[in-house]
């Protein structure tokens, strides 16, 4: 079987090669389908909630301020369960993993590198993806569940260092 070899990166055109070059750019890439209702959620409550992820992507994954290696506040205020936005809070800065075997530290819910590691190359960071709902149940109640399955290309180098370029999806 005949692979390709990987695309050279160029920082004039750090997509020019890749499937990412046919991506949106940015934020026109998180893009959710027409809200219809689901089960006993109204076509108005799913839009509502498409809405509320779509922002929780454009915050956690495109965030400049987020991306290198800041304070996630922005994203945190968007989550609208008190309990929830305390876990993220709380469990920020924690490694390793839980007794369940899951990361310890809640920063994977964003896109960040830590602080002075990496740059954009450019301002344009890809996107592709989609969003779907379905029902489900939480607690023995009724939910909305929505599924966001996205692909994010950042072209990034290490500062000061020019042509040690790369794309990280």
Request: no cysteine; aromatic share 10%; net charge positive.
């Amino acid at each position: 079987q005949r692979t390709n070899p990987p695309t050279s990166f160029n920082p004039a055109a750090p997509f020019a090669g890749t499937p990412a070059l046919a991506y949106a750019d940015g934020a026109a890439g998180i893009v959710a389908p027409a809200a219809r209702a689901y089960g006993q959620f109204s076509a108005a409550r799913v839009a509502s909630a498409y809405r509320t992820v779509r922002q929780l992507l454009i915050t956690g994954h495109l965030n400049p301020v987020i991306l290198s290696g800041g304070n996630p506040a922005p994203f945190a205020a968007l989550l609208t369960a008190t309990r929830q936005r305390t876990w993220f809070q709380r469990n920020l800065d924690k490694t390793g993993l839980t007794k369940q075997g899951y990361q310890a530290s809640s920063r994977d819910w964003v896109t960040s590198f830590a602080p002075g590691t990496t740059q954009l190359v450019g301002s344009v960071i890809k996107v592709h993806g989609s969003m779907t709902a379905r029902t489900a149940r939480f607690a023995r109640r009724p939910a909305l569940l929505i599924h966001a399955d996205y692909l994010f290309v950042y072209p990034v180098e290490a500062p000061n260092q020019p042509g040690s370029g790369i794309r990280i999806v």
